[in-house]
C-alpha cells in the first residue's frame, strides 16, 4: 500500500473508470477483467505507463511508479496461479495469521525468503541478548 492519500475528486474521477470495482481514499481495487487484459499487454511488451493510460487513468493521480509496481505483481500472480489467480481477492484474507506459504516460491525466492529470516532472526536475538544484559546491570 502507497501512501498516497486521495482527495474526493480523485476518487470520483477513479470510481469513473470503468476499469476500477472499488476506491477508497488510500486505495484503488481494479476490475479482474481489467487486471487480465492488463497482463496480457503487458506480456505482448506494451509498456506498464501506456496500458494505464489507454485504460483511462490519470498517472498523476495513481502514482508514476504504481503501473509498474502493480504489473510486476500481477505478472508474477498470473505466472504462479493463471487468471484464477487474478480473479481472486487476496488482500486481508489472512489477518496476519499463520505462517507465509512458500508453497509457490522458486528456489531461488525461497532461499532469499530464508536468508532474510535468518538475519532476522539473527538481529533479533542480538536485540534481546542486549536487553538482558541491560536488566543484569
Known amino acids: 500500500m502507497s501512501n498516497v492519500i486521495f482527495t474526493k475528486e480523485q476518487i470520483d474521477e477513479l470510481l469513473s473508470n470503468p476499469n476500477v470495482a472499488k476506491c477508497s481514499d488510500k486505495a484503488i481495487t481494479y476490475s479482474k477483467e481489467f487486471k487480465i487484459k492488463a497482463v496480457q ?23 508514476r511508479r504504481k503501473p509498474q509496481w502493480l504489473m510486476h ?51 533479533e536475538n542480538d536485540f534481546l541478548a542486549k536487553l538482558r544484559a541491560k536488566r543484569a546491570e
Open 73 to 123: 505483481s500481477w505478472n508474477k500472480l498470473f505466472r504462479l496461479k493463471g487468471e484464477k489467480g487474478l480473479k481472486t481477492e487476496s488482500r486481508g484474507g489472512g489477518g496476519g495469521r499463520g505462517k507465509l506459504k512458500t508453497k509457490y516460491l522458486s528456489d531461488r525466492e525461497k532461499i532469499k525468503w530464508m536468508e532474510a529470516e535468518i538475519a532476522y532472526l539473527k538481529a
Open 41 to 63: 499487454l503487458y506480456n505482448e511488451g506494451l509498456q506498464p505507463k501506456e496500458i494505464f493510460r489507454q485504460a483511462g487513468f490519470n498517472i498523476n493521480v495513481i502514482g
